[in-house]
């Protein structure tokens, strides 16, 4: 396979540049980015429903650690009481 010269590459960037204009360019580098990110983690077998019951488990720590702690200074003000 034919590897791109800098030439071809400089060519490609300014169609890019023609085409989306300068001020999009940083929204199209992202929305490439997240697509990236996105396919990566689909090849890797994540799946989305795995990440969302593992951000619910640490919600709910989270939460009980709150209620833990807010308990705790409830009874330390009792005990001053």
């Given at each position: 396979m034919i590897r791109p010269g800098p030439l071809e590459i400089g060519l490609v960037l300014v169609i890019i540049l023609?085409?989306?204009?300068?001020?999009?360019?940083?929204?199209?580098?992202?929305?490439?980015?997240?697509?990236?990110?996105?396919?990566?983690?689909?090849?890797?077998?994540?799946?989305?429903?795995?990440?969302?019951?593992?951000?619910?488990?640490?919600?709910t720590k989270k939460k009980a650690k709150k209620r833990v702690a807010k308990e705790a200074a409830e009874e330390k003000g009792e005990a001053k009481a």
């Open positions: 023609i085409i989306f204009g300068a001020g999009k360019l940083p929204q199209v580098g992202s929305a490439i980015g997240k697509g990236i990110r996105s396919f990566k983690k689909g090849q890797s077998g994540e799946d989305e429903e795995e990440a969302a019951v593992t951000n619910t488990k640490k919600k």
